[in-house]
């Protein structure tokens, strides 16, 4: 394989389907290391698209025009299926593999890890290579706040102002988030409820007469914050 390619598929590491909650990271985070007068320079950054990747990585291109490498790694979905990783020259499979490593053996989701190298002048062989990468992206992960956040879905509903309180008995019980609502003799109200949830608030839902809904799945929301 061309090691100036990235190489991209399906994540063996990914979630079991069903599951509704996953691991990022809340803002960058920085990491360093040296290695035979080589220095690695590490950032974790938290990511949501191809796209902004590109951006980022784009962006540490021009920031850091005189360094020898750099290499990255990425995880992206709740469902963890997407990843790749970039040796930017160094013999394929001992920058990005390694730095993907880091980012599946703590589970995280929705990150980048950029690793910069300027050479020292002393080969560090596949082996010194590898363990090198591996240390800078462990470094920048462990000066980064992870962050435990669910997959949920919005459900918006409309119905007619006489069954207001029907609803609103189902939603103090159910307690999911009140995105939006309006009110008038027709009323239109958007919930937010963690995904393992939302079936048994449709089925409440539904049984409300005039009620019409409509099931918008998977948006993510930050839940609480978990210690490295």
Not at 90 to 99: D, I, Q, Y
Not at 146 to 168: A, H, Q, W
Not at 213 to 222: L, P, R
Request: charged content about 25%.
């Amino acid at each position: 394989m061309n090691p100036n390619r990235s190489q991209f598929t399906s994540s063996p590491f990914s979630v079991h389907p069903m599951t509704d909650v996953y691991k990022t990271i809340s803002a960058i985070s920085e990491g360093y290391i040296t290695e035979q007068r080589s220095k690695f320079i590490s950032c974790a950054l938290p990511v949501r698209t191809p796209e902004e990747v590109k951006e980022k990585v784009d962006a540490f291109r021009k920031q850091y025009y005189d360094a020898r490498h750099i290499c990255w790694a990425y995880m992206l979905g709740a469902d963890r299926m997407q990843f790749r990783v970039h040796d930017d020259g160094e013999p394929s499979s001992t920058a990005g593999k390694p730095v993907l490593g880091v980012i599946n053996s703590h589970g995280l989701t929705d990150i980048l890890i950029i690793v910069v190298r300027y050479f020292g002048g002393v080969k560090l062989g596949t082996g010194g290579l590898i363990a090198a990468y591996r240390a800078a992206a462990q470094n920048a992960v462990a000066h980064a706040e992870i962050t435990l956040k669910t997959v949920d879905e919005d459900i918006t509903v409309s119905f007619e102002y006489p069954f207001l309180n029907s609803v609103m008995k189902i939603v103090k019980d159910d307690n999911p988030l009140i995105v939006s609502q309006k009110f008038g003799m027709d009323c239109v109200m958007t919930l937010r409820i963690r995904k393992s949830k939302a079936g048994k608030l449709r089925e409440k839902l539904l049984k409300v007469e005039t009620l019409i809904a409509d099931f918008q799945q998977n948006k993510q929301i930050s839940k609480r914050q978990i210690s490295t």
